[in-house]
């Protein structure tokens, strides 16, 4: 007889930037900083990223589209990439996400991709900390602690072999 099981969601809910501690009230404005640098011709559909690393460095990331449209990159994968190669050691506590478009901020607030939560995995996964994420639109902001929360029963190392931490 199956046994059936649940997962819970949580998060916390902002109103608006204002409510938010200074530190994250820093991200979500560095991550709209970032969408207004993004490259995305063929969308129209600007996405900025913004990660804080423990040292209290920001490292920005923006989506840059392509003709070829799996040859893109979303915003997450940038600052993530960017944050890996250069400071490796300085392990990412938070990551603020949030988009443009002409119109302005989506009235909801936008959520990272599966390549981008399964990404988001696997650095909680390398720095075995987890992630902060900070999801920001017209209508709101949502922090969630970490990404199993978005991705509950991730595909990891482990599922690759069986020694794997």
Known sequence: MPITKNITFSYQEYEGPEELETEDRELVNAAKESAGMAYAPYSGFMVGAAIRLESGRIVHGSNVENAAFPSGICAERTA??????????DKPV??????????GLPAE?????GNCRQVIAEEESRTGKQIRIILAGKSGIHIIDGIGLLLPLQFSGKSLRADHP
């Open 80 to 89: 993530i990439a960017w944050a890996v190669s250069n400071f490796p050691h």
């Open 109 to 113: 607030s936008v959520s990272p991709c």
């Open 94 to 103: 938070a990551i603020a996400i949030t988009a443009t478009t002409a119109e």
